[in-house]
């Protein structure tokens, strides 16, 4: 029965992170599975940056919303993330990546949090960037994904 459970696991997480078609609802996604950095040491780098929010992807339906106000992600490169929400900083945590061990990909995990935000932002989920776009989400339970481009 265990082992049942975590086939069901692996596939779920397998299937999610790879589900990404280079379109997906009308967004153009960068971060295909072709295109993400699996290289730890890589993917630490390119998150180093400024991003902003652009995209929320509801892992329910599927439908893919626009942020209903302006949202920007600075992440330094000792991995300290800061979320401003109309310019004002609302929430800052460390960010930690890891490699997925059931599958390919990256995971990521928020601690030493805060503040808040006034929206849902996974504390934990998979993690996909690339030059120009970064997805933290856990629409593999049912959750979102925050679809990010990069301003700097």
């Known amino acids: 029965m265990i082992y049942c459970y975590k086939l069901l696991i692996i596939l779920t997480l397998t299937f999610s992170c790879t589900s990404y078609s280079k379109r ?3 967004v153009e996604l960068e971060c295909t599975s072709e295109r993400g950095a699996y290289d730890l040491a890589n993917a630490l780098a390119q998150v180093n940056g400024q ?3 652009v995209n929320i992807r509801s892992g329910w339906t599927g439908k893919i919303s626009k942020p209903s106000e302006k949202v920007n992600l600075i992440v330094d490169d000792q991995a ?3 979320v401003y929400e109309r310019d004002k900083q609302s929430w800052r945590f460390h960010l930690d990546i890891t490699k997925n061990r059931h599958s390919v990909g990256m995971r990521f995990t928020i601690d030493q949090q805060q503040g808040e935000t ?3 932002f ?3 989920g998979y993690f996909r960037v690339c030059e120009k776009q970064l997805i933290m989400g856990n629409t593999d339970v049912d959750g979102v994904d925050l679809i990010f ?3 700097k």
Do not use: A, H, Q
């Open 80 to 82: 300290i993330g800061m």
């Open 149 to 151: 481009e990069r301003i």
């Open 122 to 124: 996974p504390t934990d």
């Open 51 to 53: 991003w902003r929010l």
């Open 24 to 26: 997906s609802g009308g």
């Open 118 to 120: 006034s929206f849902y």
